[in-house]
């Protein structure tokens, strides 16, 4: 079982051109995302997280479920749910402008426990910025690597929603000890202003750095980097992109029976290239059609480079 901890909204994407082009909600979330692409890569997933009991909530909870998610670890408030309004570049690319006050993910509490037969734990964005759901989901980062488990973590930064950045680098900083998988974006990576080498140094087995088009990389506690190219795709949107690496990282190291601490450093070159292609790959599809509609398993079959889906 892998379990997404953090936030699930609603995105505001504008179809159509101009300030005041129509507005159309889709369901989002880097978490909610990432646990939405493992259910349909056929990953047994649960989410943890705190969920409005409004409309939005309960679309959020159906995606959840139409993908397999268990969602018995959701709380519930009545709250608001968290709206992100996209906006989209000319590329495809996708910056945001949240409405969090007051919103029911923010009031998450730590369980006392996770869901049983959890193997690995993923977190991210805004989950790990927005007090005081952010402490919350800290202490279920610190407590799922002290009981062995595998962690993973993908910041997501979003600058708008960071009132201190030098405060929120310390604190990130803070993390890696407890952070098996290290995923950032190569934006990400500037904003944060760190090195592949120091933050392995922190804590973290391997860091994968997404550089949009041009592949992934992944950095080694051993010293090793491997990189793949970009898949070639007509890119309509890039929302969600990033949440099918999380994804399909996560799936593929399960598939190779490496979702545990210390798995990464014995993952061989050929292990590693097959992982970072099909996470490419699945990132392609994601970008191909609007919104982070990410790929199912049969979408991403290719035995020709020996890839695994589940």
Known sequence: MIVVAGEALVDLVPRGEGPLAALTPALGGGPYNTAVALGRLGSPTAFCSRVSSDAYG???????????????????????????????????????????????????????????????????????????????YEQVLR????????????????????????????????WLPSV????????????????????????????????????????????????????????VDTIGAGDTVNAALLHGLAAQDALAPRA??????????RLLRFAARAAAVTCSRAGAEPPYAHELEQPSDGGRTG
């Open 143 to 174: 407590r799922a690597s002290a009981q062995g488990l595998f962690t993973a973590l993908d910041p997501n930064v979003r600058p708008g929603l960071i009132p201190d950045p030098d405060a929120y680098r310390a604190r990130f900083a803070g």
């Open 180 to 235: 098996t998988l290290l995923k950032l974006s190569e934006e990400d990576a500037r904003w944060l202003g760190g090195s592949p080498r120091k933050w392995l140094a922190a804590g973290p087995e391997a860091v994968v750095i997404t550089a949009g088009g041009d592949g992934l990389t992944a950095f080694t506690r051993g010293g090793a980097v491997y990189s793949v190219p970009g898949e070639q795709v007509d890119v």
């Open 264 to 273: 990464l450093d014995a993952l061989d070159p050929q292990g590693w290239s």
């Open 58 to 136: 309960e679309a959020l909870l159906d995606g959840l479920r139409r993908a397999r998610v268990d969602v018995s670890a959701v709380q519930r408030g009545p709250e608001p749910t968290t709206l992100a309004l996209a906006t989209l570049g000319a590329d495809g690319s996708a910056a945001y402008s949240f409405y969090v006050e007051g919103t029911a993910d923010r009031l998450f509490t730590a369980p006392a426990t996770l869901p049983a037969g959890t193997r690995a734990v993923s977190f991210g964005t805004c989950s790990l910025v927005l007090e005081p759901g952010a402490s919350a």
